[in-house]
């Protein structure tokens, strides 16, 4: 099996390669460390000590070192070591945090999109930037968006801004001088959670988010799986009931059908002849409304049959589920873990499901996770 990271080299250098395992599994014991990297502690103290005398990682106070039998003095990146900005686009707004070295949030903001001009959108990046970054240095900015990135540069498509072929990242360096890097938001999501979240200290997990559309992320081995076909929609159209409604695409009970916040209104605003929002419908549902009710019940079913599915064929017991649209759960969670039950063979492990429930906030907080990992290189190699 061949997986591919998304968010960082396949081969770097041993100093970046030793920072990154004490970002993601830090404070660590050196002995620890040096097993994971399959070095010797000699090795890994010349390896370590430049880390030290930049600033880029710390020691800890000590305390007795398993594998050694005497006390040793944990490593740790140094969260202060720089501040970063994440940025999430939606069709919509931008929303943006600014973050330590440990993706730790700061300040956080958000503005209204003018337009999706392309010079438009990038106004409105840069005025966030200048807003948040409070006079501070900034060491790289990162941006999501849901759609096809290639090389963390260029926005191939973004159906939800009308954009193709937009180098994203060139338009915001010139315009602020900042480092910055794009990436699809479930691939920067899934890999902010491997790193600093709900995933952290798991080698496998899955990632699903439901809200404007549905998301699907991988982690297997302490890696992102990435392919050609990231953001094309990997858990738009996956099949959860024959007797649902029509996706926009022609597909009966699709995920898209059943889960997203727009489908979900489409159904009751239909039924009910008349307009509501996404938060008026989950009220509804709760005061016994039938036609909210059965909406919001038969997206948690398919919730659950989708999560099954997942954990089933991904070969994975944990699942962090994100995404705006996850208030489902507080009047269908019964509906989804019935779904995953029933789809699952009773001698199979227990699923574990983690909530991720800081909605749009998280998906900002993940761009500024993918700044991080990529600019760890620079800052671990650069004498």
Sequence with gaps: MVLLEAVEPRFRAPS?????EVLIHGPILRSDLASRLGLSLATLTRLTRPLLDRGLLMELPEELDGGMGRPAKPLDVRADAGQFIGIKLTGDAAFAVTTDLKA???RRAERPLPSHDVADVVDVIADLVREL???QD???????VGGVVSNQR???RASFLGWSSVRLADHVEEKLGIPVIVENDVVALTAAEHWFGLGRGLSNFAVITIGAGVGYGLVMYDHVVSTADTGRGRGFHFPLDAAGPLCPVGHRGCSTAMLTIPSIRAQVEVALGAPATYAEILRMAREDNPVARQVVHAAGAALGHLIA??????MVEHVVLGGEGLGVLSIAGDDMRAAIRADRDPEAAEITLLIDEDGFISWARAAAAIAI???LD???TTP
């Design 16 to 20: 970046s390669e030793l920072a990154r």
């Design 104 to 106: 730790a949030e700061g």
């Design 133 to 135: 970054a409070n006079h």
């Design 138 to 144: 900034v060491l790289a900015i990162g941006i999501s």
């Design 154 to 156: 260029v926005v191939e």
């Design 309 to 314: 599915a997942v954990a089933n064929l991904a």
């Design 373 to 375: 990992q990529r600019t």
């Design 378 to 380: 620079t800052l671990a």
